[in-house]
């Protein structure tokens, strides 16, 4: 039970020591303790935004999208028995959340041209995600270079390949924890890493040597 | 070889996991046959590096206080629709005074409609000009849905239009006599005030 106890203050901290557990917080949730249940978003939210934004490219969409996600958490609460970690059973209501507005947009936007989607590695300047440039400018400008081609490798692959790399790469879960967020088999998340960091390799090198 | 196996060996192989002494057997293989591989595996570790780097996580999500406000008042929402309040069983005596109230209500507009029209044709030797503000609602567009929400917290109350169309950077927003923009002319979105006057 300790050992599900989430990062802290949206992930960007270390966690606290004496910080409740996610599965603590939850217990009091479903108990009707709204403080707890704010605890716990205040605890995920910027981990949740951040892994959203990262696949919609879109700030106003992730925040929205957030909200989305923390009312499913509230009414799903109840159900929740604590078997997976918290956090695990947390991105799957993400993915869902993703993947439906993803199929919706899709649907709405059939046939459209979107020129959104061509900028989709773009990030406008004054973004509230992007990272603070109190660096020299040297410095500044080789991250901006790096963001620039990491993003346009990104977004040539497929929603599938960039949430299985995020999910691993940046999220740091590991393969089981994948398989229940995806809701794929272990089978299928080895050969999805395989396969997104084959091609994730090879977009970058292509890259580096156009 | 399987290909799924390969591809799990590969991938655990990797992320540098302990593999048993026949798997270690099984990978010498595979790299035989596929040499590139490793390659692919020493480029994997600068690879992961800049995806932390690019997508390194925000503090906390843009507007945390807005946040939560407004995650609390959807909640709310959320609860009310899944259970709306049960409506009483037998009708009331305010729900029979509605037949009679409806009448008499229409009856008593139209006799202050008469006695309006006669005080206005009247000639009066002074005249009275009253002034007086009205708040309007302004709807842009019928779609359009607004809600307030109050941030307690951060001690600020935020009006959120739903379906409005994007506002030009050119339009001016006015509210409390205030101008927010820098530009001369002055358009009043939030609010206009009308002057009456009674003759």
């Known amino acids: 039970m300790a050992e599900d106890s989430g990062a ?43 892994m959203i934004q990262n696949m919609v490219k879109n700030e106003a969409d992730a925040w929205d999208l957030s909200q989305v996600v923390f009312v499913k958490v509230w009414k799903a609460l109840p159900k929740f028995e604590a078997r ?6 947390l991105y799957r209501i993400v993915h869902n959340v993703v993947y439906d507005w993803m199929r919706k947009r899709k649907l709405e936007s059939a046939g459209e041209f979107d020129d959104q989607l061509m900028k989709e590695s773009q990030i406008a300047a004054g973004a509230r995600t992007m990272p603070s440039q109190d660096s020299r400018p040297d410095e500044a400008l080789r991250n901006d270079e790096l963001r620039v081609r990491i993003e346009d490798a990104m977004a040539k692959l497929s929603p599938e390949h960039q949430e299985i790399v995020l999910l691993r790469e940046v999220q740091g879960m590991d393969y089981k924890e994948i398989a229940d967020v995806m809701e794929i088999s272990m089978g299928t998340v080895m050969s999805r890493l395989f396969y997104a960091r084959k091609k994730l390799q090879g977009l970058l090198s292509d890259e580096a040597g156009a | 070889m399987k290909q799924e196996r390969k591809e799990e060996l ?4 990797m992320d540098d996991e302990v593999l048993s002494a026949s798997e270690n057997e099984e990978l010498k293989r595979i790299l035989e046959a596929e040499p590139e591989l490793a390659t692919m595996r020493a480029g994997h570790s600068q690879v992961r590096e800049d995806l932390l780097a690019v997508y390194a996580e925000p503090a906390d999500v843009p507007y945390g206080d807005f946040f939560q406000t407004k995650l609390e008042q959807a909640i709310r929402d959320a609860d009310e629709a899944d259970h709306p309040p049960a409506k009483p069983a037998a009708s009331s005596w305010r729900d029979a005074l509605r037949w009679w109230l409806a009448p008499v209500a229409v009856g008593a507009m139209a006799v202050a409609f008469l006695a309006g ?10 005249r009275l000009v009253v002034s007086q503000n009205r708040s309007v609602v302004y709807t842009p567009e019928g779609g359009v849905t607004a809600s307030i929400v109050n941030a307690d917290g951060a001690g ?35 609010s206009t005030q009308r002057s009456v006057q009674v003759y």
Do not use: C
């Not at chain 1, 997976?84 to 059973?89: G, L, M, V």
């Open chain 1, 8 to 50: 802290t203050a949206g992930g960007g901290g270390e966690e606290e020591q004496d910080a409740e557990s996610d599965l603590e917080l939850v217990a009091r949730s479903q108990g009707g303790d709204s403080r707890a249940f704010e605890d716990l978003v205040v605890r995920h939210r910027g981990r949740v935004y951040a």
């Open chain 2, 156 to 190: 600020t109350s935020v009006i959120v239009l739903d379906g409005l169309q994007p506002i030009p950077d050119s339009f001016d927003l006015m509210a409390g006599g205030q101008s927010f923009n820098e530009s001369d002319s002055a358009v009043q979105l939030i």
């Open chain 1, 84 to 89: 997976a970690k918290f956090s695990t059973w």
């Open chain 2, 10 to 13: 590969v991938i655990r192989w």
């Open chain 2, 117 to 126: 029209t006669r005080v206005g044709n009247s000639p009066t030797p002074e």
